[in-house]
């Protein structure tokens, strides 16, 4: 008789402190997977070793200090808070959080669910855009882990919600206060950047991807699994419920890292571009997030505000991400009782 099926919710990750130790060892798992850093494995390791892990564990732990709360890191006390009112809302389904990389790790998830008594596990991935080096890795490892059971569990994942109705509207809910207290000359949509060849990669055609000016205007068969595309997709869709002017906001794309080029045009870049061309209040969400987090609360809410006001700005204002904000928690709902069998 089957058990019946659980949730797991899976998100990227976070250190265990705001330490170089564990930050160095989180850098190193998270750096160490061929789907984020897509190069030879030689090359990989000399880039993890000999550069990233000697210098960056400290700066990232100096980063992370700054938005540590008593509870412990916002990415994960966001997810417990959100697993939590799923929980409420969600009756006789047990809920799991896991994460790609860190604490509580997707085999402790699967190990939470299974003796709970879970026999199937919806898979929820936390991000609303694909991308091979987070959705393709999260779902990857919620396979290599459930098939290293004697006893596999059937699995199926939530695709990705970038334009979902209730995801828009969540993150127009949070964000329509921010902008009529701040009435902001311009709206920035800040995603988390990937490296060009990753896009280029994603395309079946290979066409496609990067191959003119126009390539990610609409969803189409080459363009379906390709992150930048589904960013616009996201902003146009947000952009158009809070009725932004098309002249009224822009998109752009942050965390680069290393010499490759990466997705343009870039945030702290176009903030700065902003600044100097006279804008003075500037929201800026952040809808690859749907929790606050590093990238979120330090690189946009600190270091970007600085650099806005350096550049002449005078108020750069975040829009807060999702976190378990109630609008949020019912878009969850509608997306996952479906695959658990349930009426949405």
């Not at 019946?4 to 930050?23: F, K, M």
Request: proline residues 8%.
């Amino acid at each position: 008789m089957s058990g019946g099926p659980g949730l797991l919710l899976v998100n990227l990750g976070t250190p265990d402190a705001p330490r170089a130790p564990e930050v160095r060892r989180y850098l190193r798992q998270f750096l160490s997977d061929p789907r984020v850093v897509d190069i030879n494995p030689v090359g990989r390791w000399l880039l993890l070793n000999l550069i990233i892990l000697p210098l960056r564990p400290r700066r990232s732990a100096e980063a992370y200090q700054k938005i540590w709360g008593e509870d412990g890191s916002p990415l994960l006390v966001h997810g417990q808070a959100l697993r939590d009112e799923l929980r409420r809302r969600i009756e006789r389904v047990p809920i799991a959080l896991a994460m790609r990389y860190g604490s509580p790790s997707i085999a402790a998830g699967l190990d939470e669910l299974q003796r709970a008594g879970c026999d199937e596990v919806v898979v929820l991935p936390l991000f609303p855009q694909y991308a091979s080096s987070s959705t393709g890795s999260a779902v990857e490892e919620v396979y290599r882990e459930a098939g290293r059971r004697w006893n596999t569990p059937f699995v199926r994942v939530v695709p990705p919600f970038y334009d979902a109705p209730g995801f828009i509207d969540a993150f127009a809910r949070v964000g329509r206060p921010v902008l009529e207290r701040l009435a902001p000359q311009h709206v920035l949509m800040s995603f988390h950047g990937v490296p060009q060849r990753h896009v280029v990669k994603s395309d079946p055609s290979g066409r496609h991807c990067l191959a003119s000016e126009g390539c990610c205007d609409a969803i189409v068969d080459a363009n379906r699994s390709c992150y930048r595309a589904q960013c616009l997709a996201t902003a146009r869709a947000l952009a158009s419920r809070l009725a932004l002017a098309a002249d009224g906001y822009s998109v752009a794309f942050q965390s680069r890292l290393g010499r490759d080029p990466w997705i343009r045009p870039y945030t702290d870049e176009r903030i700065v571009e902003l600044a100097k061309a006279g804008v003075e209040r500037l929201a800026v969400f952040c809808p690859a997030f749907v929790a606050d987090c590093l990238e979120t609360l330090e690189e946009i809410g600190m270091r970007a505000k600085e650099d806005f006001r350096a550049a002449g700005g005078k108020e750069l204002v975040l829009v807060p991400s999702l976190n378990a904000h109630p609008a949020w928690v019912d878009a969850v709902v509608e997306m996952v009782e479906p695959a658990l069998g349930r009426p949405a």
